[in-house]
């Protein structure tokens, strides 16, 4: 078997369960507003806050395999079994995708394509230095940052993992060692996700900074279900695998998120 790279999205994001087909999200938009007013002036009526509804839909993905009867019979190992773990790594790395750069239609929306989340280009064209990682940190609420993830691909990892200093030519990012500390980027987790895009090219988002639970959620509604069909194909001798899921993701707190 071949290697199936899987962005792990939902380590980072939040995710909840759905028995409907979308699912509606109380909402703040906007923010109560305090003023000042004398002792007998008069008190607006309008500083209070407002409410509206975030709806995450849920959408299908599947896959269909046919396998002979024979192999079924004659195989000495059970690929019954060896299908139902192939439709699962796929469905979670075609997931993982779109939780990174999904349209919205018809799959979830990604990080990558949500217009509310603010990216930022680097100081030199496509190059990174020491100060856009620091820059895109501090770009982060307090609140947020506290808990945040870094989220970008392992060969960005490598880039960064070279930057050096200017003085002495030290390694700016010295990663923890295994089995004592954790590998952090300015004292943050990061998680290589395969499906961000690579460094080195124009406009490229390849490195993604926030709270990602609170930012994003996953709603999954039916987890993978595998339909055995001996009917279908049985004039060729097959028998047919059907294995669908059904799950929904969006950014939600598009302020919780930035970019580089």
Do not use: C
Request: glycine residues 10%; charged residues 20%; hydrophobic residues 40%.
């Amino acid at each position: 078997r071949e290697l199936v790279l899987v962005s792990p999205f939902r380590q980072v994001a939040r995710v909840r369960q759905s028995n409907s087909a979308a699912v509606q999200m109380p909402k703040k938009t906007g923010q109560i507003s305090a003023v000042w007013v004398s002792e007998v002036g008069s008190r607006s009526a309008l500083s209070g806050t407002q409410f509206g509804l975030e709806t995450i839909p849920n959408h299908e993905i599947t896959a269909t395999v046919d396998i002979s009867m024979q192999d079924l019979e004659d195989s000495q190992f059970d690929l019954e079994g060896e299908l139902r773990f192939e439709f699962a790594e796929q469905f979670a790395a075609a997931e993982g995708a779109a939780f990174i750069s999904g349209n919205g239609v018809g799959k979830p929306e990604g990080v990558l394509t949500n217009t509310s989340v603010t990216w930022t280009d680097t100081a030199a064209s496509n190059v990174y230095a020491g100060d856009d990682i620091i820059d895109l940190v501090f770009r982060l609420e307090e609140p947020y940052a506290n808990n945040a993830t870094f989220i970008l691909r392992r060969s960005t990892i490598g880039v960064i993992r070279k930057l050096k200093s200017a003085v002495d030519g030290h390694y700016i990012w010295q990663p923890g060692l295994a089995n004592v500390a954790p590998g952090t980027l300015m004292d943050r987790p990061y998680i290589g996700m395969p499906d961000m895009p690579a460094t080195g090219v124009d406009n490229n988002k390849t490195i993604a900074f926030g709270d990602f639970k609170r930012g994003y959620v996953i709603v999954d509604r039916i987890n993978m279900s595998v339909l055995r069909d001996p009917f279908t194909q049985a004039g060729s001798g097959m028998v047919r695998f059907v294995a669908r899921k059904r799950v929904g993701g969006q950014v939600v707190l598009a302020e919780a998120i930035k970019g580089l």
